[in-house]
């Protein structure tokens, strides 16, 4: 059994020996490279037109680097494993320079942003966002270049509820089934017999529930299990710490709010306002991440994650002053995997089959072996 403390944020399958064991052998992708682009074109299109009208967003620009001080890059996490590529920009001989961060996600950002267009409630904006992490193992479905349909929206403050959360995650989820069917009728052979279609309906449980079914179990083998029941699930409260003194994993402090006590549709008391959507990847036969994200932090919750975290240090920063002076709007918001939704719609096996990145020669000698065509 694996460590549950080493399985809290670290990313991927950690070693090419394993890698290469739970890659399929037996893999024919159903689309040609030329085919799998067309295919991955009208799947983009499609998400992108159909959420901003199912969730009332506007497609914005959205930056690539940002400034250090300004505190809005994504760290990920809250144990430091993951930190951005910075550099030094000398700029006028270096008599105005600036030091800036290739963002990790658009997270903190979007969120600024709702003020800087102009959103009321019930409007919000939708990014096609390109990041770097350069943290990550370089397996299957991590890569060091990342693209994610990074949204945010302005709510009310009787809008924080699960509810609300709920409602909003079943429109994204209407989305992505809605593009499933639009390719499959362009390219009638992604309806494939030896790889079942994304399930209708997603089956919504809190990661406090998810623990006491799988009780001895860390996070990654606890959604492995709970997908080989139902296949498509949103797992609400990432980032409390439950009973067995976990939390279901690591979330950083300042974005998604896993704090607000919550109750269960049973009436039991549960935490946060946030959450992922998860997948049985019937290609890999692993568990596959789509979504992270949530309603975010109020300047309450904000101070009380940061004191939970030991990082109070992060109120001097222009984004989080912005949260406790009341500055930018009350959101939800999330990040869609592009790529990581590619691979479900066009039951690939390899994020390099849909995105064209840096993979090392290792990883495309594995590839190659099994018919997997990594883009380059």
């Known amino acids: ?57 506007i497609m914005v620009q959205v930056p690539l ?63 096609d966002m390109k990041a770097v992490r350069k943290d990550y193992f370089l397996d299957h479905d991590h890569s060091a270049y990342v693209d994610q349909w990074d949204w945010e929206k302005a709510i009310k403050k009787e809008d924080r509820t699960l509810d609300y959360l709920t409602k909003t995650v079943e ?12 390719v499959q009728k362009k390219f009638p052979r992604l309806k494939s017999n030896k790889w079942p279609d994304l399930p209708e309906k997603l089956k919504f449980i809190h990661a406090e529930d998810v623990l006491d079914m799988f009780p001895d179990l860390p996070r990654k083998q606890r959604e492995t299990e709970l997908l080989k029941k139902y296949k498509g699930v949103f ?17 950083a402090a300042d974005y998604d709010d896993w704090v607000t006590e919550t109750k269960s549709k049973d009436g039991r008391t549960m935490h946060g306002l946030n959450g992922d959507i998860l997948i049985w990847n019937h290609v890999t036969k692993r ?30 920063f222009p984004y989080h002053k912005a949260i406790m002076n009341g500055e930018i709007p009350l959101s939800i918001g999330s990040g869609i995997g592009q790529s990581r939704t590619y691979m479900a719609l066009l039951k690939k096996a390899h994020l390099g089959e849909v995105s064209v990145t840096v993979w090392p020669r290792i990883l495309k000698d594995i590839c190659q072996k099994r018919r997997i065509v990594v883009l380059e």
């Open 287 to 316: 568990r596959h991440e789509l979504m992270s994200g949530g309603i975010r932090v109020t300047p309450a919750t904000l101070k009380k994650q940061l004191e939970l975290t030991n990082q109070l240090h992060f109120l001097n």
């Open 235 to 251: 797992i609400y409260g990432i980032g409390w710490t439950l009973k067995d003194g976990y939390p279901h994993e690591m979330r």
């Open 65 to 127: 680097i940002v400034d250090v001080e300004s505190g809005v890059n994504d760290l990920l996490d809250r144990d430091g494993s993951r930190t951005p590529i910075q550099f030094h920009i000398s700029n006028d001989y270096n008599k105005h320079p600036l030091d800036a961060q290739v963002v990790q996600a658009a997270t903190k950002w979007k969120r600024m942003a709702l003020r800087q267009f102009i959103c009321k409630p019930g409007e919000g904006i939708c990014t």
């Open 171 to 182: 429109k994204i989820w209407k989305c992505i089934k809605g593009a499933e069917t639009h």
């Open 1 to 57: 059994m694996s460590d549950k403390k080493a399985d809290l944020a670290g990313p991927g399958i950690g070693n090419y020996e394993d890698l290469e064991r739970i890659l399929p052998n037996d893999y024919t992708p159903l689309l040609n490279p030329r085919e799998t682009m067309l295919a991955l074109f009208e799947a983009k299109n499609y998400i992108e037109k159909n959420m901003c009208k199912e969730l009332n967003l």
